[in-house]
């Protein structure tokens, strides 16, 4: 046998060795997060408005139609990015929410816990570059901005929400608008429009880098979080779209996601308490309310534009291949509003935080603008509740995971995930290993999430077993999951306090409940429910509790102080006594 020589064997060798130790290219991740976006408010999850870009990632990936997160912002967004439950990474309740009494307990301070990590952390550990553009929400002291916890480049607005046009808080609980870059207050652009901005800034961050290093891409929208705002071109499509109303647009989304196999074709959906009667309106009322929903439909589609320029943009730059995408939002539909907005009370409210709300220019710079309950309802159909509520309106919202090292045809899923399986199904996507017990030399609480990766991939049909329970609880709202069934406590002034037995998977929109037919199965939820909340920590709250009005107090307090505090419930009590001693 003839040798080869000996320069050829060892550059073989060689080669075989490179190749044996090359590293297979990790993706790049876009975590995108809508604000306050029901259940069907994308076209293919049974919307009437256009998400071509939405839709194309829809097209080519995993769509989850049975995945829950927190009924609140904040709550959401912990978990989402830990994988730890609420109640264990310091968010509980958005922290304007909570009462003072339970703010004393390290589990309540409603910021994000230094006992957890963040998957930016972890991906910044494994060599990611990662960018956060969007709404944080979890603290807004130094030490407590995403630039400390794992993010490289960030632009990000603190509190719970803001205006979409211009750098001012929307409600007076907050002085200003707490805007910052890479951990420093900063100003925003003149030509701000926050999806629009937001976009260009996860361009910009991505652009920043020519290395080989993968990134990871969190985009928290403040889409379609009040005010509901919107560019006159994507209004203006959907201006003759709703004048038929709410019921008959929550139908007719209800027919569509049957269609679609969202749901059941034989699922029932049941009308909420807190729906008002189209036919009693006005004709000018009616347009004022068709209005209200157009700019909110051209709010969830100038997101999905801006989504589709980030898209277009990495298949430019030669990144699409490599880049796996999750679309989700953080809770149903927002009902704040009511359904009387023009009323003088409301009108005046909102001259003073420097707001109209009048129809001509309802979307624009200078304009406050929501969709109330009854629209709330549509947008979450064909579930019961909205945002706040542990109803199926208020916790499961789409999900969307796409991209070619995943899948490249459509697949959809009814299996039960969890906003808490986000961070393990990322970091599994990425080869990045979980924490153990350590990180950075602090103890932390580990993850209880499962990887929805192989889901994804269509290797398994369930990650979730037959016997394994998941507890929730959020203000007083609670629910525990196991299997298809599901126990619920509603609070006021919407729900009734009482537990119910609903099995989610035959009937998605609550309508039968099994808690007199299966008394023994109520227990038994029950028995785990109580078991959750002990281990976690879970504090009752006040029967007189209002989150709305919780609000108002922490923000009186903590913008003004507590001698305002004081004045301003003395007067109150003194404005009831005068006008009871007035009656007597």
Not at 400 to 406: F, H, L, R, S
Request: proline letters at 5%; charged letters at 20%.
């Amino acid at each position: 046998m003839k040798l080869l020589p000996q320069a050829v064997c060892i550059t073989l060798l060689a080669t075989l060795f490179n190749l044996a130790h090359a590293e297979v290219a990790r993706p790049n991740i876009v975590l995108i997060l809508a604000d306050d976006l029901g259940f069907s408010d994308i076209a293919s999850y049974g919307s009437e408005i256009q998400t071509p870009s939405l839709d194309a990632l829809a097209a080519n990936g995993i769509s989850f139609t049975n995945y829950h997160t927190a009924a609140s912002c904040a709550p959401t967004r912990a978990m989402l990015l830990t994988g730890v439950d609420s109640h264990r990474n310091g968010v509980p309740n958005i922290p304007e929410s909570i009462p003072p009494a339970h703010q004393v307990h390290e589990n309540y301070r409603g910021v994000l816990s230094r006992d957890v990590v963040t998957v930016a952390s972890l991906l910044q550990n494994a060599g990611y570059h990662t960018y956060m553009a969007g709404k944080w929400h979890l603290g807004k002291a130094r030490d407590e901005l995403p630039y400390r916890r794992g993010f490289s480049r960030t632009i990000t607005l603190a509190d719970t929400g803001a205006d979409n046009w211009e750098q001012k808080p929307y409600i007076p609980i907050y002085e200003k608008a707490n805007w910052f870059a890479d951990g420093e207050e900063t100003t925003l652009p003149e030509d701000f429009y926050s999806s629009e901005f937001l976009i260009d800034k996860t361009i910009e961050f991505i652009d920043s880098n020519s290395d080989s290093q993968p990134f990871f891409a969190y985009i928290p929208f403040q889409a379609v979080h009040i005010p509901v705002q919107a560019p006159k071109e994507f209004t203006d499509k959907y201006l003759d779209t709703y004048q038929q109303g709410w019921t008959a647009l929550r139908e007719q989304r209800q027919k569509r996601s049957k269609e679609l196999g969202i749901i059941p074709a034989n699922a029932e959906m049941q009308t909420m308490s807190s729906t008002h009667d189209w036919d009693s309106l006005s004709a000018e009322e009616k347009r004022f309310h068709a209005k209200r929903m157009a700019v909110y439909a051209g709010m969830v589609d100038a997101m999905d534009h801006h989504i589709g320029r980030l898209v277009a943009h990495l298949k430019a730059t030669g990144r699409y291949d490599n880049t796996i995408f999750i679309f989700s939002s953080d809770n149903g539909s927002e009902a704040t509003g009511g359904d009387n907005p023009r009323s003088l009370l409301n009108r005046l409210g909102l001259r003073m935080q420097g707001y109209t709300n009048d129809y001509d220019t309802l979307g624009s710079k200078g304009s406050f603008n929501t969709i109330g309950p009854s629209f709330a309802s549509a947008a979450a159909s064909p579930l019961a509740y909205y945002k706040f509520y542990a109803g199926e309106g208020g916790m499961r919202v789409p999900l969307i995971i796409a991209g070619k090292p995943i899948s490249d045809k459509a697949q959809r899923s009814n299996a039960f995930t969890f906003v808490t399986d986000i961070t393990p199904t990322i970091l599994e996507f990425t080869s990045t290993p979980a924490p153990t017990e350590f990180f950075g030399g602090r103890r932390i609480v580990p993850m209880i999430g499962r990887s929805l990766a192989a889901l994804s991939r269509g290797e398994v049909e369930q990650v979730y077993t037959e016997s394994d329970y998941i507890g929730y609880e959020l203000g007083g709202n609670a629910a525990l999951f196991q299997g298809p069934y599901k126990i619920v406590k509603n609070r006021g002034p919407v729900g009734d306090s009482e537990w119910h037995l609903f099995n989610i998977v035959d009937d998605p929109g609550e309508t039968n409940d099994l808690r007199e037919a299966m008394p023994d199965k109520l227990d038994d939820l029950l028995e785990h429910y109580n078991q959750y909340a002990a281990e976690n920590g879970v504090l009752e709250v006040p029967a007189s509790f209002n989150g709305t009005t919780q609000v108002a107090i922490n923000g009186i307090r903590d913008r003004f102080g507590k001698q305002l505090l004081v004045l301003l419930l003395t007067s109150i009590i003194c404005g009831v006594f005068y006008i009871l001693y007035r009656r007597k």
